[in-house]
């Protein structure tokens, strides 16, 4: 998968896709179908995706409360997972802000990415101040030689498929009902850092990642799977992991600390790909340190059957 960044500088290989657009925070079961609708169109052309770096919501808010559901890297893994061929991850700034819908449709679409065809959902907005409509971009496609489809909005148990319904169930400690609206494990990924050494302290070794950024689950313990992405230990195994603010020793800033079963070996600057799969319990703060290392232990058993049922 190639990625290109400036829709004013496309080398000719990258030009006539047809492609899919939107923020695809998530890459959910609702992305999943506009992208088979951007394939289906014209199958012989290159598979693209067009999005934009930083959210347009961080761009406008940068003070708003963490909400995404993926970083962009794992946005791109994810996508490469899906057979896309071109991911045009625009750089968002006040110039593309500031676009009229019919500039991005001509300045972007058609004589900068010159895209064959592209596939939007219903909703879909765009250009300066949200203005522009799916219609409007069916109109301009009509006009400037490029193709234009419209995808419905996706519904699952009554319920339209979203970035902030998959974020409300996540607040909720509801990770598997997160997954039936991805189509995958939700997942945090990200470099393992130095922590304090108090897992392994405990008998309990941690791989510490950041949430940095990201939208926050609910605090608590989670049954999960992990895949360590990169380095000599690079493989699929599982674990439990504890997300929050560690009340047993007054931290503050949230993270996520892994515990990873059978596990011997050293994780620090790999990349972990973690996979919540079950909400075991909240955090707790305990009367000492032995009634944690129970509950640690009465955790890590409840998780290894939960995966191993898996």
Known sequence: MRIIRDYQFVEPQDRGASAAIGNFDGVHIGHQSVIRMAKAAC??????????????????????????????????????????????????????????????????????????????????????????????????????????????????SDHTVSSTAIRTALTEGRPRNAAAMLGHWHRIEGEVIGGEQRGRELGFPTANMSIAGLHPPAFGVYAVLVDVLDGPHQGSYHGAASLGVRPMFDGEVPNIETFIFDFSGDLYGATLSVALVDYLRPELKFDGLQGLIDQMDADCARARDILTAL
């Open 43 to 156: 199958p012989e052309a290159p598979l693209g995706i067009v999005t934009f770096e930083p959210h347009p919501r961080e761009f406008f808010a940068p003070d708003s409360p963490p909400f995404r559901l993926m970083r962009s890297g794992t946005r791109a893994h994810r996508l490469r997972k899906l057979g896309v061929d071109r991911l045009y991850e625009l750089n968002f700034n006040a110039a593309l802000a500031g676009l009229t819908p019919e500039e991005f449709a001509r300045n972007v679409i058609a004589d900068g990415l010159g895209l064959r065809h592209v596939v939007v959902g219903a909703d879909f907005c765009f250009g300066k101040k949200r203005s522009g409509t799916a219609a409007d971009l069916v109109r301009f496609g009509h006009d400037m030689g490029f193709g234009v489809t419209v995808a419905p909005l996706l519904e699952q």
